[in-house]
């Protein structure tokens, strides 16, 4: 019944509740679990920029760089140094020292600003067994610091063709052994995989559906959240995308899988009508404790870019009732991240470096 009357077009009376809703637990709008504090050639704001972007808006933040530093090939690009990885045909490649650049910035911060973020480790190639090292030394050189992994990407529309050396894979055993590492010690995993190829042929069961489901299956013990719930810029949701996701949310060999809505590419698909709004709201209201928001910001320069997708979402966050609106803004975030935070630090304390 809730959910009759809150999906459905916004009322006076459901914006007066969801206004109280939010002032009486927190005055925080949201929480964040994917911004990109770098872009594709490791600039982007200090984190001190960003807390000033986050003002009062969004409480904690889950930050990290990205691993896939575009070259700046002069045979290729010349004076035009790219910063996107789609403006450029010169390859992709792992940039490990991201993950250092981001336990810096977090260590100039005070405690009190330390604790409004969870730093993640994105800088490993996901198809070397050398992966799950990575890792760990990153956590034994900077205890501490990290509460997960990602957003790192397997199958991924205009990226993975232009990483040279072998192609990532679901089915990798490199994968499931850095995957395994997270189980031990506790880390929030956040992964990128198109559900399917871009222009797949519609009615065609996505491509890498079936592989993702065995992957999880493979690791029940690691928290996983698939971002955008597997949608990219040409990768668009099926009609029978949420069911698909659903199927996997009622399914209780997959209650350690949640999901991101976050970048302004899926968001667009998501608002792009009232229908398409409510079949989500209607998903999320029936699952409430899976999804959490995210931005997707990639080096934000100013406090607007930060919060685009957030405002972007006004229609999903009018059309959920109050609690599970709060819950997809805040609650899942500190739930899962507090979770993985006092795994990690125990962990860390297990197995110390020196
Ligand atoms: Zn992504």
């Known amino acids: 019944m809730k959910q009759l009357i809150f999906v459905g077009r916004l009322t006076v009376l459901s914006l007066l509740s969801a206004t109280a809703g939010r002032s009486q637990t927190t005055t925080y709008e949201f929480n964040d679990s994917h911004v990109h504090l770098t872009n594709n050639i490791q600039e982007g704001p200090t984190i001190r920029e960003l807390l000033t972007m986050m003002s009062g808006k969004a409480n904690r933040v889950a930050v990290f760089g990205i691993p896939l530093q575009q070259q700046w090939s002069y045979r290729v690009d010349g004076d035009r140094a790219p910063t996107y990885y789609l403006h450029s045909d010169a390859p992709l490649y792992y940039y490990s020292f991201t993950d250092a650049l981001i336990a810096m910035a977090y260590k100039s911060l005070t405690k009190e600003q330390q604790a409004r973020f969870d730093p993640m480790i994105t800088g490993f190639n996901p198809s070397d067994m050398y992966a799950a090292d990575h890792i760990r030394r990153v956590l034994q050189t900077f205890p501490g610091v990290f509460t997960g992994i990602g957003e790192f990407t397997i199958h991924k529309e205009f990226v993975s063709a232009k990483i040279p050396g072998e192609v990532a894979s679901l089915q990798d055993p490199a994968l499931d052994r850095l995957l395994a590492f997270c189980g031990d010690a506790g880390l929030v995993v956040l992964i990128h995989n198109d559900i399917d190829v871009p222009f797949a042929k519609e009615g065609a069961k996505p491509a890498y559906l079936d592989e993702m489901k065995d992957l999880f299956k493979r690791h029940p013990n690691v928290t996983f959240i698939w971002a955008h719930t597997g949608l ?115 962990w860390e304390s297990a197995h110390p470096a020196w």
């Open 232 to 346: 990219g810029r040409v990768v668009r949701p099926t009609k029978d995308h949420l069911a698909l996701i659903e199927a996997i949310l009622r399914d209780p060999a997959f209650q350690h899988v949640n999901f991101d809505i976050s970048w302004t590419e899926v968001a667009k698909y998501f608002v792009s009508s009232p229908e398409a709004t409510q079949s989500l709201a209607a998903l999320i209201q029936r699952y409430p404790d899976r999804f959490l928001f995210g931005s997707d910001a990639a080096a934000p320069a100013n406090e607007a870019q930060f919060l685009q997708v957030f405002t972007q979402y006004d229609p999903l966050w009018n059309s959920l009732d109050p609690e599970t609106s709060r819950k997809v803004r805040l609650g899942n975030y500190e739930r899962i991240f507090d979770a993985a935070r006092r795994k990690v630090r125990g």
